[in-house]
């Protein structure tokens, strides 16, 4: 693996140069959106009050308000306020592991030592462990700012990208009814019905993707019996592939999901904007080609 960020940890008169490599993976269960005859699709912009298509550079970026109103925002004004560009993750206090609540905790980076770090990452990452402490800090990473716990663990660090303090609900914030003071009996029958089934630690094969495992043996069986099989080769001699494949959405929904607003289904105004086009009268041998290359502009 190569990593994809690099930078140095920083404190007081510390500094420490690091590669940063993804601890986790996203699931194998994934599949891609394709027609009938296998074709990949492509993705692409739909404007419902101009009832087109747009290109990228009639894309820009907007901020919508508590109002609902959107704010245009364009790439001068977005490069004024983003992060300042920087390669140190500058870590500001040390606290207690055991004090960062686990809900703050959303994604896992591993933190390799550059060939130029030398003693002063192994005695980091010792020391870390010993005191039980974490760094809490930030780094700028493509253009965006993340807050970020430095762990050790097991000889090496690890970096933890917390969530910012608003983007956690509180059980109030829900709506969540105050807990109600159980029996003491039951409370001791249900302990005894835990004790029953405790282990003294977690089975890793317990935590095996079950469901991901499954979808695999079962793509990998029908792709030896041929059946539903497209092969890259034909793939990828289709001239007009690139061009033609499109899944036309709500740009307004695609601004409102990118906002963190709550996130809808995207309206569909391909099919229309296909039909329109469609010529009224083909001879019988067009038709079906004329069928066949709509599957590819339109997917769902």
Do not use: N
Request: hydrophobic share 40%.
């Amino acid at each position: 693996m190569r990593s994809f960020w690099s930078g140095t940890i920083t404190f007081g008169l510390v500094s420490i140069p690091v590669d940063l490599f993804a601890a986790v993976v996203p699931r194998q269960k994934s599949m891609k959106l394709v027609d009938e005859e296998g074709h990949p699709l492509g993705r692409r912009y739909w404007c419902p009050k101009h009832e087109k298509v747009l290109d990228d550079d009639e894309l820009v970026r907007g901020y919508e308000t508590d109002s609902g109103k959107v704010v245009v925002v364009t790439d001068e004004e977005f490069a004024s306020a983003a992060p300042e560009k920087s390669r140190d993750i500058e870590l500001r206090r040390f606290v207690a592991l055991d004090d960062i609540p686990p809900f703050y905790f959303d994604r896992p980076y591993f933190l390799a030592p550059d060939e130029r770090a030398g003693k002063a990452y192994a005695l980091l990452a010792q020391t870390m462990a010993k005191t039980g402490k974490a760094g809490i800090g930030s780094f700028v990473m493509r253009d965006h700012e993340y807050l970020v716990a430095i762990v050790s663990d097991q000889g090496m660090l690890r970096a933890e990208v917390l969530r910012y303090v608003d983007e956690l609900r509180t059980p109030e914030a829900v709506g969540l009814p105050k807990p109600a003071k159980p029996d003491a009996a039951r409370v001791r029958a249900l302990a005894r019905e835990i004790d029953a089934l405790a282990e003294a630690k977690v089975d890793p094969a317990e935590l095996a993707d079950l469901e991901a495992e499954t979808l695999r043996a079962f793509a990998e069986k029908k792709a030896k019996s041929g059946e539903g099989v497209v092969s890259m080769a034909e793939l990828e001699g289709d001239e007009d592939d690139a061009a033609a494949s499109a899944q036309v959405i709500d740009l307004m929904q695609v601004l409102r999901e990118s906002l963190g607003a709550s996130a809808g289904k995207a309206k569909r105004a391909a099919d229309a904007h296909a039909a329109a086009k469609k010529p009224a009268a083909k001879k019988a041998a067009a038709t079906k080609t004329t069928a066949k290359k709509t599957r590819h502009t339109v997917g769902r």
